[in-house]
């Protein structure tokens, strides 16, 4: 179809965009209803001028340039700044293009202007809505990445390397996801996979690596992202670091747990005790009638002995229910654990024990009450020589500075008591630190020290765990924080 020659001046005439007709010399010789209104100046005015006089004034040497590129038959297109009678600056999109006679020679420029400062306003909105969000994943604590649907990685944040011991993000950046994923817990690899099936995934409380029993525990959460087609163009990850947390919900149920036991036991050995003092009574009336008339008064020492270990039994769950008042003072940690290991040097069950030190030197002294914290290395340095006591072995101590969290804050000092032999079964070690339960056989153990051990260190502000050592043995770790009580 042919456009009329009406058509298209009326066209050009009524167009939203600006519209501008020059001469090879730059002279305006045609501008519509749009491009006057936009410039300030009457269209009658307009014609003749050059025009230069609607761009703005550090533009101007740029679409000279541009303009004599027209002028040898190249088309032009691009951003300019214009400005408008009363000096107010404003974006456009500009396109140029020659108009040439019947002997190709360009005998005028047609110039289409289209206003985009709404254009540019979204533009920057969307510039810094970008930033914005972009920083909050850079610096968000919780490690967050994406893949696109080659499962490349288009984003990543330094809290999720930090989780692998990747030192820098900016590594990963269109690297592969199977850089990292034969590091990570299957489960949650297969979760992230998922992703591009469109499934979003929710997995909590499961460890990061899947090996060893040191290692990270995280929630993962899969979202897809999809493009306006419905189809799945990538997935973002979010890994959250739950290891803290769980410690201190274990930590706080384990506390719980003791409380409650220990009012129930503090009352039942109440009753006990009256009781057993009574008994206690009578069969030493009998053993001292017994050996004033020569006759055999060991069946009745036997009574009395058993009835000794019943009132320490008796003792033990008092001082567990009811613990005695902690009177700190500054010490010397590593003297503390001298002390007792040297009380322990000529103690039959430790002459087939050998003891390997790494002591920090330059540890501080700490606010605790010395007895007590030599209450749990006693408890410790026991039940592991217990441990050896068949085969011998190895009791490894060390000390030194540590912080529970990445960003550094509050110091602890950690104690680490390691042993060589069987370690612990794996049903026992969330038990171990109740009240009355023991692996020893009966008549070795009372199942508290470990129970009061547990109490001393929380009423000292801090923790003591165990786990079995992926080297053999099982240690046990108290963490004292430096700070004063």
């Known amino acids: 179809m042919t456009v009329s020659p009406d058509s298209l001046s009326r066209y050009l005439a009524e167009a939203h965009d ?18 006057s209104s936009e410039i300030g100046i009457e269209a009658e005015r307009l014609i003749g001028r050059d025009l230069l006089l609607g761009v703005e004034e550090y533009s101007r040497s740029l679409v000279e340039d541009l303009f004599n590129q027209t002028l040898n038959r190249i088309e032009w297109h691009g951003e ?14 500009v396109s140029a293009s020659p108009i040439q006679d019947d002997n190709d020679e360009v005998e005028c420029v047609l110039v289409i202007a289209h206003d985009i400062t709404q254009r540019k306003k979204l533009e920057e909105e969307i ?78 409380n499961k460890p990061l690596r899947g090996e060893g029993p040191e290692d990270l525990t995280v929630s993962l959460t899969v979202i897809p992202q999809m493009n306006p087609d419905g189809k799945v163009e990538g997935v973002v990850a979010i890994i959250e670091d739950r290891t803290e ?90 003297a503390l654990l001298v002390q007792v290991l040297d009380f322990f040097k000529f103690h039959p069950i ?56 990445k960003t550094g804050g509050d110091k602890w000092i950690e104690i680490r008591i390691r042993d060589t032999g069987p370690g612990i079964q794996e049903d026992s070690l969330k ?9 020893k056989p009966p008549g070795e153990g009372t199942g508290l020290g470990l129970s009061v051990s547990f109490s001393i260190a929380k009423n000292h502000g801090g923790e003591l765990s165990a786990r079995n050592h992926p080297d053999g043995g099982a240690e046990f770790t108290l963490r004292i924080p430096v700070s004063k009580m």
């Not at 970008?130 to 990685?153: H, M, N, V, Y």
């Open 18 to 35: 600006m519209v501008f007709v020059c001469d090879p010399s730059r002279r305006i010789t045609y501008v519509n209803q749009s491009a």
């Open 80 to 93: 300019i700044l214009l400005v408008r009678s009363g000096g107010d600056v404003f974006p456009a999109y």
């Open 127 to 204: 510039r810094k809505r970008a930033e914005l969000a972009s920083s909050i994943i850079r610096t968000a604590p919780i490690g967050i990445f994406s893949l696109d649907k080659d499962r490349t990685f288009k984003a990543v944040n330094r809290a999720f390397t930090s989780l692998l011991n990747i030192r820098s993000p900016v590594s990963l950046i269109d690297q592969s996801f199977d850089r990292v994923s034969g590091e990570m817990n299957p489960e949650l690899v297969e979760a992230i996979e998922s992703g591009f099936d469109n499934k979003e995934a929710l997995i909590t």
């Open 245 to 334: 947390l769980m410690r201190v919900e274990e930590q706080m149920l384990q506390a719980d747990k003791l409380a409650s036991t220990g009012f129930l036991a503090a009352g039942i050995a109440h009753e006990i005790r009256n009781p057993i003092a009574g008994i206690y009574t009578v069969i030493d009336v009998l053993a001292k009638r017994v050996r004033r008339e020569g006759g055999n008064e060991e069946p009745y020492q036997r009574i009395l002995t058993n009835i000794d270990r019943i009132e320490d039994i008796i003792r033990r769950t008092l001082e567990f229910a009811n613990p005695t008042q902690i009177q700190p003072r500054n010490s010397d940690i590593n």
């Open 350 to 405: 430790y002459q087939r024990v050998t003891v390997e030190w790494d002591i920090a030197e330059d540890l501080p002294e700490i606010f605790v009450d010395p007895k007590q914290i030599q209450q749990i290395f006693h408890n410790l340095a026991m039940n592991a020589a217990q441990a050896m006591k068949d085969t011998g072995g190895t009791l490894q101590i060390s000390t030194h500075m540590t912080s529970l969290s």
């Open 431 to 439: 038990k171990i630190f109740d009240p009355f339960y023991t692996t």
